[in-house]
């Protein structure tokens, strides 16, 4: 074996050992005992990448209530920052803008998505809303919201309910290689055929669509997939005005202390980025997400 042989078997000896070797992701998971009390424990997950997706939930371009448009727009470059860093470690990204698949026909991550091959252990309920048992009600979740949540008139007239939405806020960066699907069956064959076991679910919002769309936490729990929330990358649809008559970011934190205890740990951004956790700029209180 000459000099040039040998050292390039020794670049592509230590290519390998770099590419086998990639760091797992360390996430520091926190859940709550159920009921009254709902204590916090917190344990230290390590995630291969390579078997981990993120999947971005309804961050619209427009909604049909104005201030949820508003923190919509806020937090999405936080997620984009995640994402984009995700991504670089070897997460699988989902784009999940429900009811726009048509603004998206033509593009390729619609086209991975569509092409996945049908999974041999494809549920049956993949494609159904999840709608976890008490949700709906105040009761122990903790915020009203059979109001839609909206918290601001949109201009001088009351926020009307009604599909505002278009395609995912362009903030967020679709890259080559990302899917874009809003199909429990499309992302479950997606996950099968890339051997995900691990999904991350950012966006909005954590009392509706990050429960119960088909590839919402409540589904995840019922396939039995590993399935955290990204706390500090998430909003809610609640009015202060309603019960339990507290700030908007309060009757959040309570929405996601319910997710806590019945369905899914929660994570920081902080374990993917390791910058601060994100925080709205209305929101004064101080202390620890």
Request: hydrophobic share 40%.
């Amino acid at each position: 074996m000459n000099r040039l042989t040998r050292i390039m078997v020794c670049v592509l000896g230590v290519a390998f050992f770099c590419s086998a070797s990639a760091p797992n992701l360390v996430l520091h998971e926190r859940s709550r005992a159920a009921g009254r009390g709902g204590q916090t424990v917190t344990r230290t997950a390590e995630w291969d990448p390579k078997t981990t997706a993120v999947i971005i939930t309804d961050m619209w371009d427009k909604h049909w209530c104005d201030v949820a448009t508003a923190r919509v727009a806020e937090m999405a470059p936080a997620i984009n920052n995640f994402v984009s860093i995700a991504r670089a470690k070897g997460v699988f990204i989902v784009h999940a803008p429900s009811e726009t698949m048509d603004f998206y026909r033509d593009a390729p991550g619609r086209k991975l998505a569509q092409n996945a091959p049908r999974a041999a252990n494809l549920p049956s309920n993949i494609n159904d809303r999840c709608l976890y048992a008490g949700h709906k009600f105040l009761g122990e979740r903790g915020v009203y919201d059979l109001d839609g949540g909206c918290s601001a008139p949109c201009g001088d007239r009351p926020c009307m309910q009604h599909t505002a939405w278009k395609r995912q806020i362009s903030t967020i960066e679709i890259q080559p290689g990302d899917a874009i699907s809003d199909s429990g069956e499309e992302i479950w064959n997606l996950f099968q055929q890339r051997g995900i076991k691990h999904v991350m679910l950012v966006g909005v919002h954590t009392n509706m669509c990050i429960i119960n769309r088909p590839f919402g936490l409540c589904n995840w729990k019922r396939q039995g997939v590993d399935a955290v929330l990204v706390r500090d990358l998430t909003d809610s649809m609640y009015n202060p005005q309603k019960p339990p008559h507290v700030d908007h970011f309060t009757g959040t934190d309570r929405i996601i202390a319910y997710i806590e205890k019945y369905l899914a740990p929660t994570v920081l951004s902080t374990d993917i980025t390791g910058a601060a956790p994100f925080r709205f700029k209305d929101d004064k209180r101080t202390g620890e997400r």
